[in-house]
């Protein structure tokens, strides 16, 4: 069982940064694929970032690529989403996911524990 809760989200001006924090509970934290999703008003949930639990490996849409970063630290069961060169399109809810499985880490169905999101929202 996995428990997760994010923060760090806020109101920052296109062009700005925010680091997103998800706080997990639960010895197994570092056998997990974390992931990060979003969803805007009216949108399905969207695939963010995505990390082995080694941090080895990552995964990005292109629509963050080389703007967001992803990274885990398992001594402080933490995730972060680092996210620079803020858009207005990045306004959303931000939720941090937890998965066993390193296929399809893009699918939000994949994934069996949750946080409860933290809100973003970028002005022009």
């Known amino acids: 069982q996995v428990q997760l809760v994010e923060s760090g989200g806020g109101l920052v001006q296109a062009g700005g940064s925010l680091r997103l924090s998800c706080a997990a509970s639960?010895?197994?934290?570092?056998?997990?694929?974390m992931g990060w999703f979003r969803q805007a008003p009216g949108k399905g949930r969207e695939f963010v970032a995505a990390?082995?639990?080694?941090?080895?490996?990552?995964w990005y849409p292109n629509s963050v690529k080389g703007r967001f970063t992803i990274s885990r630290d398992n001594a402080k069961n933490t995730v972060y989403l680092q996210m620079n060169s803020l858009k207005s399109e990045d306004t959303a809810a931000y939720y941090c996911?937890?998965?066993?499985?390193?296929?399809?880490?893009?699918?939000?169905?994949?994934?069996?524990?949750w946080g409860q999101g933290t809100q973003v929202t970028v002005s022009s």
């Open positions: 996911a937890a998965t066993a499985t390193l296929v399809d880490v893009t699918n939000f169905l994949k994934y069996n524990y």
């Open positions: 639960g010895r197994t934290f570092s056998s997990y694929t």
């Open positions: 990390i082995t639990w080694s941090g080895g490996t990552t």
